[in-house]
Nanobody, 119 residues
Framework: QVQLVGSGGGLVQAGDSLRLSCAAS????????MGWFRQAPGKEREFVAH????????YYANSVKGRFTISRDNAKNTVYLQMNSLKPEDTAVYYC????????????WGQGTQVTVSS
């Protein structure tokens, strides 16, 4: 069983920064990709960013490109999302996820962490 535990959310003002973390644990864990998604109230869940575990290659949604940075620590099985220049429209529950076979299929999901950005 693989568990993903996200942390680091909170209440900040527009323009501030936050860093989310997601630690993976389990008997065996071999991810192909780890990513972050978010879901705002009344909206569908949307992709934010992903990192290919073996290469470190990253991909971002246009809405966060240039403001957010995803990174990983292989030794700690942890993925991070550094969020800068936060906007009220970034307010959402952020979920980390891991896929074992491709960047388009995620097998495991974290519990979500709330990020609220006030104007």
């Amino acid at each position: 069983q693989v568990q993903l535990v996200g942390s680091g959310g909170g209440l900040v003002q527009a323009g501030d920064s936050l860093r989310l973390s997601c630690a993976a644990s389990g008997r065996t864990f071999s991810a192909y990709v780890m990513g972050w998604f978010r879901q705002a109230p009344g909206k569908e869940r949307e992709f934010v960013a992903h990192v290919i575990w073996s290469t470190g290659n990253t991909y971002y949604a246009n809405s966060v490109k240039g403001r957010f940075t995803i990174s990983r620590d292989n030794a700690k099985n942890t993925v991070y999302l550094q969020m800068n220049s936060l906007k009220p429209e970034d307010t959402a529950v952020y979920y980390c996820a891991a896929g074992t076979k491709s960047a388009s299929q995620y097998n495991y999901w974290g519990q979500g962490t709330q990020v609220t950005v006030s104007s």
